[in-house]
């Protein structure tokens, strides 16, 4: 009797996760479904290679986007994956185990939860009230700062899977520390370091809020990435969702697809070509 | 070049390297600290002119240079926990079913499905939720619950669906990957011979991942909670785009209202004069504050069950 | 292999150091631009922002003018008249548009010294509606309006709207009166109105770019830009809100009639702003607000929108270039304006205009020949 009852609440409980996982799934498959159908039909050249069309016509396209997005990225990445990587350095070859160490790696979990939208607020007034210019470089600043701490994460992951008999070997022979970490820890778990930085790229390619405040947008291509406003797909899908334009609703599906389609890219390389032996 | 060149060459290269790598990781602190004080003194107009009425008033009329960000705080609050109370119990199925039941090749699809959700921009969400989720929910969901649950004044009025109760769906869409992704972090700290132990006591499955998994896990899991909560207080754009961006106080979920990173997005850049602009970064300072606490707390939480303080012990 | 991986890694981490070490000292080096014909004028680029309201017609008059002028790129964002005048007074933008002049405190806090404010367009805002099955235009009266507004009429049903428009049947719909969430010119002019007409609205609310907008239904909703506004009342049926009157015709939105001063049902109209604008002297800082105006045609939801300029600009490329842009736009531009409904400013103000253009200098040597 009882165990009819321990079995039916055992199978009850399984059920009910069962059920939830399948419930959890379907807005995952709603929503792609809705931006792969609405999305593919605008997809054409010219979105790839024209500028927005002039407000309220029809036509054009997201190249300018695009590139914004690509070159935003590039300069978040030059800024944010050395930083991260070279403070997961420290955290794992130098001090593992001080207060320093165990302050840098609670504020770096800590940062990791801020939202995106104050580093807008403080990097605006940081960078582009300060270089009167709304700019590239500040989108690229704001997003290199939230990358920094998932490369720090993911890297000090990677360095501390390192066997510390490698380490031990290189002393042994009398080799320097830094030629240790660079030409031997580094190269061992370049792969997890770079799916890391993947990751972190993909996780920062598709923020709008810091952007609104620092990369404003552009509907032609830039000149300077110090001086000119660029655009980017995310910022310019919000413009076009916001509007009463159904040519724009088109192209905010279509710039959600290609979005969707660059982060998942970075996601799959990163998991599989850069998969790590060592995991 | 001789030996004891190379020597000098090799241990200044060790000093450049160790402290560049100091250097940096100081700087990461550095940057939190400034983070927070760019925000404390920039908003110093609006604190010392409001004090902490500023947190309890509910006007935000710019006209009349008087602000208060009690709405934003409510609105913010209300679709985070609509949004907790509808992933948490997902989520933290979800990572039952992906930890403890699922066979291996449906955890790896499952899972990478769940990260894929984690994956999607938040503009992405917002466009989805502005010609989708709020049509749907305009026109059956919300009518369908005010039929039945009207009584409960959190359901009563005309359905707009841009409101807190879409905010929330949104954010319980996105929270939902943080919840399950760490809860599964921390049950998976469980040690095996707990599971093995319970059931060797005969119990079953349910028993075992409720006696052995779960409470061991339970503070983790509060942690996961409060991780999922954190990003969902400070969500911008999906939230901004479907919950009606109107700065008042009702008690129905069918009420349009605002968030606070949601009146950043739209009125920080807008500001014309330094009292309003002071104020908006208040709200910021606030949601810093908030989020910081959570995040101290829950990250405290989640460390205690599934990786010491110390950096030398990896799961 | 793992050599060859620890090379690269150890060259990528020592230019990095380099480079952070070096710090942002170098942040002045521009991109070549791509223009290959070079021209006598170098290139140049403009950063604008602000006002929604003239932006159909300013991003066809850019079109328009780039088509003459390659050399000068007009980068022009929304983002709302707040936007405008803020970041005009920081200097991060070249120049601003915004449908609600700046007020002496505002100018006082401009950092690049004297701004010149510059009517570029003259439109009409309109009621528009999303509710199905009635006429493309009905009658609301000001008190109607303010009491949309305030809340108090919360259904099309209500008796008041159906005492204007006794052959319409209005469905039983919530009202969904949206508006603005950014501080906005268009918010400034609809609010000037619904002071003008209630003394209630004047006291209560009062009039300004951002507002404590009334929501005692809790069904209001703010969006961001004209565009924001048309999106929301285009996709939300029951909604209303104001926008101007391009955007509801490229976007097919129905728009309401309005009862003017003079006692007149009028649709939004070139005509009809046209008319609300003559009764107004506009004075020598061009700073008026025409709403309400009298006269039979006068619509009575119109108003201006200016560029804002400062008048010593620092870099005389671009301050060449936006002189003579802007000289452009406010003579043979205004011919783009009717085919978007917005009226083509009268010769005598654009003159005065030219004339405040002729002001404008960098290094003392005045820009427009």
């Known amino acids: 009797m009882i165990n009819t009852r321990r079995n039916f609440v055992n199978k009850l409980m399984l059920g009910l996760f069962s059920v939830a996982t399948f419930v959890a799934l379907v807005p995952l498959f709603a929503l792609l479904g809705y931006v792969i159908k609405n999305g593919i039909t605008s997809l054409n050249l010219d979105f790839f290679t024209k500028l927005p069309a002039v407000m309220g016509m029809s036509g054009g396209g997201m190249a300018n986007a695009i590139a914004g997005t690509l070159i935003l990225i590039a300069i978040a990445s030059i800024i944010g994956i050395p930083i991260g990587i070279l403070v997961a350095i420290y955290l794992t070859e130098y001090d593992r185990y001080s207060w320093l160490s165990t302050t840098v790696r609670f504020t770096t979990d800590v940062l990791t939860g801020i939202p995106s939208i104050i580093i807008g607020i403080v990097v605006s007034m940081a960078i582009v009230a300060k270089t009167k210019h709304f700019s590239a470089f500040a989108g690229g600043v704001s997003l290199a700062v939230i990358m920094i701490p998932l490369v720090i994460r993911s890297t000090e992951e990677m360095l501390k899977l390192v066997p510390h008999a490698i380490r031990e070997a290189g002393y042994a022979l009398g080799i320097s520390q830094r030629r240790i970490i660079l030409n031997i820890v580094l190269p061992t778990a370049a792969k997890g370091i770079i799916t890391g930085a993947m990751l972190a790229v993909a996780r920062v390619s598709g923020e709008t809020a810091p952007l609104l405040f620092t990369a404003l947008g552009n509907q032609y291509w830039t000149h300077s990435l110090f001086k000119d406003p660029i655009a980017s797909l995310p910022v310019q899908i919000y413009t076009y969702a916001t509007s009463p334009y159904d040519e724009w609703h088109r192209q905010a599906w279509a710039g959600s697809l290609v979005l969707i389609a660059i982060i998942l890219c970075l996601n799959l390389i990163a998991r599989f070509a850069f998969r790590s032996r060592s995991n | ?249 009702s008690s129905s979920l069918f009420s349009s209202a605002y968030s606070m990173a949601a009146v950043i997005a739209n009125e920080f850049t807008e500001a014309t004069y330094s009292l309003y602009l002071s104020s908006c970064i208040e709200i910021g300072l606030i949601l810093f504050g908030i989020t910081l606490l959570l995040n101290i707390f829950a990250r405290l939480l989640v460390w205690s069950v599934a990786r010491g303080p110390k950096g030398g012990h990896l799961v | ?311 010593n600009q620092t870099d005389k490329a671009k301050g060449t270039a936006m002189v003579n842009f802007l000289n452009w736009a406010l003579h043979d531009g205004q011919k783009l304006a009717p085919s978007l409904s917005y009226v083509p400013l009268p010769d005598n103000l654009t003159a005065r205009e030219t004339a405040m253009l002729k002001t404008v200098t960098s290094g003392g040597q005045p820009l427009l020949k």
């Open chain 2, 1 to 249: 070049m001789s030996t004891d060149n190379n020597r000098l060459y090799e241990s200044m290269g060790d000093k450049v390297l160790r402290y560049v790598t100091l250097l940096m990781a100081i700087l990461v602190v550095i940057l939190m600290i400034w983070i927070g004080w760019q925000m404390f003194s920039s908003s110093q107009e609006s604190i010392q002119h409001f004090g902490w009425a500023f947190i309890t008033s509910r006007v935000w009329d710019p006209v009349h240079h008087i602000f208060g960000a009690l709405p934003f705080i409510y609105g913010t609050i209300v679709t985070s926990v609509v949004a907790l109370i509808i992933a948490a119990p997902i989520g933290i199925s979800v990572a039952i079913f992906l930890n403890e039941m699922a066979p291996s090749t449906i955890r790896k699809v499952v899972a990478f499905l769940v990260e894929l959700l984690a994956a999607i921009p938040s503009v992405v969400y917002g466009l989805w939720g502005i010609f989708v989720l709020a049509p749907v929910l305009r026109q059956s969901v919300e009518p369908w619950l005010t039929k039945w649950f009207g009584f409960i004044p959190w359901f009563k009025g005309a359905p707009v669906g841009f409101d807190m109760f879409g905010g929330g769906i949104i954010l319980a869409i996105m929270i939902l990957p943080t919840i399950t992704s760490i809860s599964r972090e921390v049950m998976a700290a469980v040690p095996t011979a707990h599971r093995e132990a319970a059931l060797a006591l005969g119990a079953t499955k349910w028993e075992m991942i409720r006696l052995s998994v779960l409470s061991y896990s339970k503070s983790g899991i509060l942690g996961s909670i409060m991780l999922g909560l954190g990003r969902a207080l400070g969500e911008t754009m999906a939230v901004t785009m479907v919950i009606g961006n109107m700065p008042k106080i």
């Open chain 3, 1 to 311: 292999m793992i050599r060859k991986t620890g090379r690269i890694l150890t060259a990528v981490l020592t230019g990095v150091l380099a480079i952070s070490l070096v710090g942002c000292g170098s942040q002045n080096q521009t991109q070549s631009s791509s223009g290959t014909q070079q021209t006598s004028d170098a290139a140049v680029t403009l950063t604008g922002a602000g006002s929604t309201f003239v932006q159909p017609l300013l991003m066809q008059q850019v079109a328009e003018y780039q088509k003459n002028h390659s050399n000068v790129t007009i980068n022009y964002q929304g983002g709302g008249s707040g936007f405008g005048i803020q970041h005009l007074s920081d200097q991060t933008i070249d120049f601003g548009a915004t449908d609600a002049f700046m007020t002496d405190d505002q100018l006082s806090k401009a950092q690049g010294g004297k701004v010149l404010q510059l009517p570029v367009a003259l439109g009409a805002v309109t009621l528009s509606y999303n509710v199905p099955g009635i006429p493309e235009h009905i009658k609301i009266s000001p008190e109607n309006l303010a009491n949309i507004y305030f809340g108090k009429i919360k259904n099309w049903n209500d008796p008041a709207l159906a005492k204007d428009n006794p052959d319409v049947k209005f469905p039983d719909l919530a009202i969904i009166p949206i508006h603005r969430s950014e501080g906005s010119g268009t918010t400034s002019i609809f609010t000037h109105y619904l002071s003008a007409i209630s003394p209630d609205w004047n006291s209560q609310v009062g009039s300004g770019t951002s507002v404590n907008w009334p929501n005692p239904t809790g069904k209001a909703l703010g969006a961001k830009g004209n565009p924001g506004v048309a999106g929301a009342v285009k996709s939300t049926s029951g909604a209303i809100g104001y926008i101007e009157l391009a955007y509801a015709l490229q976007n097919k939105i129905p728009y309401a009639y309005m009862f003017n001063k003079d006692g007149k049902w009028v649709l939004p109209s070139l005509e009809g702003a046209s008319a609300d604008a003559a009764s107004f002297q506009v004075p020598d800082d061009m700073r008026v607000n025409i709403v309400n105006g009298p006269g039979a045609a006068a619509y009575p939801i119109s108003g201006f929108s200016w560029a804002l300029i400062y008048q």
